[in-house]
């Protein structure tokens, strides 16, 4: 199967992402760049835009609904906390921004990775319990997605009662959304194996991946990675921008990224912090770079290079299992998202598109004496 | 909590103000029959944007002020349709029918904040506490009327502390709690710094609700001399009164008592429905309503008829006559203080190009007249 890509909208046109402490972020839009920014993704391959949650940003469902009356191919991959809001009334959400726009919205379940923000909205569950009612809420929601009987459903923290809902998924092409869901816990991992069709993971070596990957495609979810990327021609260009960004940062007295990972519950932001902590450089391998991560967070693990190297690094990703990525992008530093999403669609997928027809070619030439 | 500062002054004389006339936005499937049972059918479910666009502009150029957007699991999302809605038009308002009980109020807030940078503020909200039961059960909500009300009162507490300027929010009640929140989106809109907030109910807990948190208070009307008392309760407590209802307005009165037949005869099968549904609901206003249709009490004043609610629900309660009628007896209301009306007609399209036409210019010539 060809690989499945993905690009995080997030504050396409807010010039200051990731470089300030999130309170201080300001949650208004700038929506025509918005608006360009998805097309240009549409046209770079890219195939949904991650539309994120949290209290700094304006509301994504909403967001989404308003940037897909203006774009005709692009997805939103809206992310949702279990917990901020009935079941019921998320699937009649999801449902009638599907009917608004010929399905193109994918749910990406996040249980929250800041006990204080989820305070905010009034979730006081500890990051197990969280996990406990993510999966009762996505057995509500998969429930309604069937199209049964009404639905009725019985838990610790959900208890519904002949639920129905008049407007249905509407997608030429599935009867319900299709399900991400990020985290690196072993809670998260049970709970994508029980309801979502991929598993987010931060970018990790693919020796790494290789013995954690696997089992999970096991049980039939796939596996993706999210990872920013900062391709240029050269390698001494990419290492310019990406070591110039370092200073820039360092300047700075605030380190967003370390004091963030002091206080989240979330496995998955602490584990790719330690992983960039305890390297000896900030070079995972040729390419994927961990130089950020102190000062942006563990979604700053990047991958830097020109595209071939790119390029290559995620058919090395591919051959350990993963299937689909999510990318994100630097517009405070270097250029702005759409440059990027342009560049990738331009210089990088023609070469993975390349590289995976010879490896599918590859493949079937051996496959006959069952070497695969 | 008590009201604060971010309240507008209380309309001093409501009846020197031009009254606000809201209708209410069709659902996809609902044809210029529009009863109960066909309201739970999938079509119902399903946007027709085309159709509805074409209203909301026709609304504009009617004089429409918003037009009231349902909630209900029979009916997709309000405010994703309004997302859609308001940004392919520019005047008309939508206001959002929710239920508190479904969202942590600090994402509701959020949903609505977003939604009025997309749409220049044009909304506003209309809270009630749900009349159904077996409803709210679909949605996971298992309290009783006055409980709903109590949490309510929290819901719409913490709504109004996160629209305030700055500061972070901290509540601590019954049903939610809260614990330094804060939004970075704001309430966008060139005249509020929080949406207008109907509160929607006749039993004297929405009444205290409204009084307490709202900007206007809901419901169904009765003969004027009965609605006397609790609208100058409200307007004293500084809180507007609207009125939910319905026209049956043609060029005569005859006309209009025909087509009332008409619509009525031989709905024997919606008569059933909403006899059921009413059945199971534990709305205080909505069962009296109907109790009364029931009853045979039609004509609660010569002009205001409940024969359409056996077969259309409680807020089919209706004002039916010439245009000269109704204007008439919504200026009666208008001189007990009542400021807003949210309208349904029939067929939906038409009955409002007529009152655009035919009846507001009657209201506003009496209004001047009156001033």
Same mark, same amino acid.
């Given at each position: ?56 940003? =304006?509301? =994504? ?30 699937? !009649? !959400? ?12 994918? @749910? ?48 610790? +923290? +959900? ?102 990972? !002091? ?9 790719? +912090? ?56 630097? =517009? ?17 997928? =023609? ?19 069952? @070497?695969? | ?32 029959? &529009? ?85 220049? $503020?044009?909304?506003?909200?209309? *809270?009630?506490? $749900? ?49 330094? &929140? ?17 509160? &929607? ?40 009164? $609207? ?82 009628? *109704? ?15 949210? *309208? ?28």
């Amino acid at each position: 199967m060809p690989l499945r890509f993905h690009w995080s909208l997030s504050q396409a046109g807010d010039k200051s992402r990731g470089t300030r402490p999130r309170s201080e972020m300001s949650g208004l839009l700038d929506f025509e760049a918005q608006v360009d920014f998805c097309r240009a993704a549409a046209a770079s391959g890219i195939e949904s835009v991650l539309m994120a949650f949290g209290f700094y940003r =304006p509301d =994504p469902m909403i967001l989404s609904t308003a940037l897909a009356a203006r774009t005709e191919r692009i997805k939103f991959m809206v992310a949702v906390r279990p917990g901020v809001l009935s079941p019921t009334a998320f699937v !009649q !959400q999801v449902n009638t921004v599907s009917a608004l726009t010929a399905g193109r919205i994918c @749910v990406n379940v996040v249980t929250g990775n800041s006990p204080q923000e989820l305070h905010y909205y009034g979730i006081f569950l500890e990051h197990d319990q969280r996990y406990e009612r993510a999966d009762e809420f996505l057995a509500v929601c998969r429930a309604f997605w069937e199209r049964g009987e009404a639905v009725s459903f019985s838990g610790k +923290y +959900y208890t519904i009662k002949d639920g129905k809902l008049n407007t249905p998924f509407v997608a030429g092409d599935r009867p319900a959304p299709e399900i991400f869901l990020g985290g690196n816990s072993e809670a998260a991992e049970q709970l994508a194996i029980r309801h979502a069709h991929c598993l987010w993971r931060f970018a990790d070596t693919p020796a790494n991946l290789r013995e954690r990957v696997p089992p999970i495609i096991a049980k039939g979810v796939e596996v993706g990675l999210l990872v920013s990327i900062l391709a240029r021609p050269t390698r001494e260009e990419a290492l310019k921008d990406a070591y110039g960004m370092v200073e820039t940062l360092s300047a700075r007295p605030q380190r967003v990224g370390k004091e963030f990972a !002091q206080k989240t519950d979330s496995v998955a932001y602490r584990a790719t +912090y330690e992983l960039a902590e305890k390297s000896e450089t900030d070079w995972l391998t040729p390419c994927l770079w961990a130089g950020a991560i102190p000062h942006l967070g563990s979604a700053a693990i990047a991958l830097v290079g020109t595209p071939e190297e790119i390029a290559s690094a995620i058919m090395d990703y591919k051959a350990a299992g993963i299937s689909q990525f999510l990318f994100l992008s630097w =517009p405070a530093f270097s250029r702005p998202d759409i440059e990027e999403v342009t560049y990738f669609g331009c210089e990088i997928l =023609p070469l993975i598109r390349q590289k995976e027809r010879e490896a599918d070619a590859a493949a079937y030439q051996v496959s006959p004496m069952g @070497v695969i | 909590m008590t009201r604060d500062a971010l309240d507008p002054p209380g309309a001093s004389d409501p009846a020197a103000k031009p009254a606000k006339f809201h209708w209410r936005l069709p659902y996809g499937g609902e044809t210029s029959g &529009g009863t109960w049972a066909h309201k739970f059918s999938t079509e119902d479910g399903m946007p027709d944007l085309q159709a509805q666009t074409e209203f909301c502009r026709r609304a504009e150029a009617c004089g429409i002020d918003s037009l009231l957007t349902d909630f209900g699991y029979g009916k997709p999302d309000p405010m994703l349709l309004a997302a859609t809605l308001g940004r392919a038009t520019e005047k008309i308002k939508f206001i959002l029918a929710y239920r508190s009980g479904l969202f942590s109020p600090t994402m509701f807030v959020q949903q609505l904040n977003t939604l009025s940078a997309l749409i220049q $503020g044009r909304l506003s909200l209309n *809270i009630v506490a $749900g009349y159904s039961p077996q409803e709210q059960h679909a949605y996971g909500d298992f309290l009783s009327h006055d409980e709903r009300y109590e949490r309510t009162e929290e819901f719409l507490a913490i709504c109004r502390a996160l629209w305030k300027p700055d500061g972070e929010v901290n509540f601590k009640g019954k049903y939610y709690q809260i614990e330094k &929140g804060a939004l970075k989106s704001r309430f966008v809109s060139s005249e509020r710094a929080w949406p207008e907030i109907f509160v &929607g109910g006749g039993s004297a807990q929405a009444q205290r609700l409204a009084l307490k948190q709202g900007d206007c208070w809901m419901r169904l009307p009765d003969a004027p001399e009965k609605m006397r008392e609790s609208v100058a309760a409200v307007l004293t407590g500084g809180v507007e009164v $609207g009125l939910r209802l319905a026209i049956i307005a043609r060029p005569t009165r005859r006309e209009a008592l025909e087509a009332a037949y008409a619509m009525t005869e031989g709905r024997e099968r919606d008569r059933e429905f909403v006899r059921a549904s009413v059945r199971n609901m534990d709305s205080i206003s909505f069962k009296a309503m109907f109790e009364l249709s029931e009853a045979g009490a039609e004509w609660l004043t010569p002009s205001l008829w409940t024969g359409a609610a056996r077969a259309y629900g409680p807020a089919a309660i209706a004002l039916l006559g010439g245009p000269e009628e *109704i204007a008439e007896a919504i200026l009666e209301y208008k001189r007990l203080g009542v400021t807003q009306f949210i *309208i349904s007609g029939w067929p939906k399209l038409e009955q409002m190009v007529y009152f655009g036409e035919a009846i507001l210019p009657a209201i506003r010539e009496k209004e001047r007249a009156a001033v």
